[in-house]
C-alpha cells in the first residue's frame, strides 16, 4: 500500500493568514492526489482533486501543487470557516489511502 | 443535486455481520462507481472498498475476506455488508461517489455511526 503521509499533524494560525500544509508519498503518485476538508461530526468535503484542481463551489482561496511524492494545499486568506482538519487521499493505485491529517486551529 | 444516504443499525454484536445501505437520491447510480469509507471515533479515513454500478468490485486488501459490496440499481442503492465483526470495526461509515477521471471522492453521504459491542 501507498503510505501517505501530512505533517505538520496540527498548525495553528489566525485568520487572514497564509497556511501550507504538506502531503508526503511513499512512492510517486503522479498528480493523483485530492485533498478533503472535514469537521467534527461531518463528512469530508473535496477541496482539490488531481493534485491542483479546484472542485467546483470550492473558494479560490485553496489551492493545490505538487506531483510525484510531495504535495501541498495552500490556504491564503485563512476565514473563521476553514478551521477544520484536512486529508490528503491518493488514487494512484489500489487501495486508495489517505493521509493522518492535519488539525488546523485558531 | 445528487445527495447520498447511510442507513442501518448503530449497534452490532461482536462476530455478527455490519450491514448497511447508501441510499442515492437526485441523480442515478448508474455510470458511476461508489465507494464505502470508514473512520474510527478521533482517527483517520479508511477506503473500504468500490462497486461499480454493473457490480464490479474491488477491495481494501485488508478487509477483503469479510467484506462484500453490492449495488441494487433498481432502488438507487449500495450496500455494505462486513462480517465477522470486532470492536476496531466501530467506526462511522461513509458512502462516497467517484465522479469519472478524477481520482477523488464526492459527493459523501453524512455517515452513520457503528459500534460493535460485545
Known amino acids: 500500500d501507498i503510505q501517505m503521509t501530512q505533517f505538520p499533524s496540527s498548525l495553528s494560525a489566525s485568520v487572514g493568514d497564509r497556511v501550507i500544509l504538506t502531503c508526503r508519498a511513499s512512492q510517486g503518485i503522479s498528480s493523483w492526489l485530492a485533498w478533503y476538508q472535514q469537521k467534527p461530526g461531518k463528512a469530508p468535503k473535496l477541496l482539490i482533486y488531481t493534485a491542483s484542481s479546484l472542485q467546483s463551489g470550492v473558494p479560490s482561496r485553496f489551492s493545490g501543487s505538487g506531483s510525484g511524492t510531495d504535495f501541498t494545499l495552500t490556504i491564503s486568506n485563512l476565514q473563521p470557516e476553514d478551521f477544520a482538519t484536512y486529508y490528503c487521499q491518493q488514487a494512484n493505485s489500489y487501495p486508495y489511502t489517505f493521509g493522518q491529517g492535519t488539525k488546523l486551529e485558531i | 443535486q445528487v445527495q447520498l444516504q447511510e442507513s442501518g443499525p448503530g449497534l452490532v454484536k461482536f462476530s455478527e455481520t455490519l450491514s448497511l445501505t447508501c441510499t442515492v437520491s437526485?441523480?442515478?447510480?448508474?455510470?458511476?462507481?461508489w465507494s464505502w469509507f470508514r473512520q474510527p471515533p478521533g482517527k483517520g479515513l479508511e477506503w473500504i472498498g468500490y462497486?461499480?454500478?454493473?457490480?464490479?468490485?474491488n477491495y481494501n486488501p485488508s478487509l477483503k475476506s469479510r467484506v462484500t459490496i453490492s449495488v441494487d440499481t433498481s432502488r438507487n442503492q449500495l450496500s455494505l455488508m462486513l462480517r465477522s465483526v470486532i470492536a476496531a470495526d466501530t467506526a462511522v461509515y461513509y458512502c462516497g461517489r467517484h465522479p469519472p477521471g478524477v481520482g477523488a471522492f464526492d459527493p459523501w453521504g453524512q455517515g452513520t455511526l457503528v459500534t460493535v459491542s460485545s
Open positions: 437526485g441523480g442515478s447510480i448508474n455510470n458511476y462507481y
Open positions: 462497486i461499480y454500478y454493473s457490480g464490479s468490485t
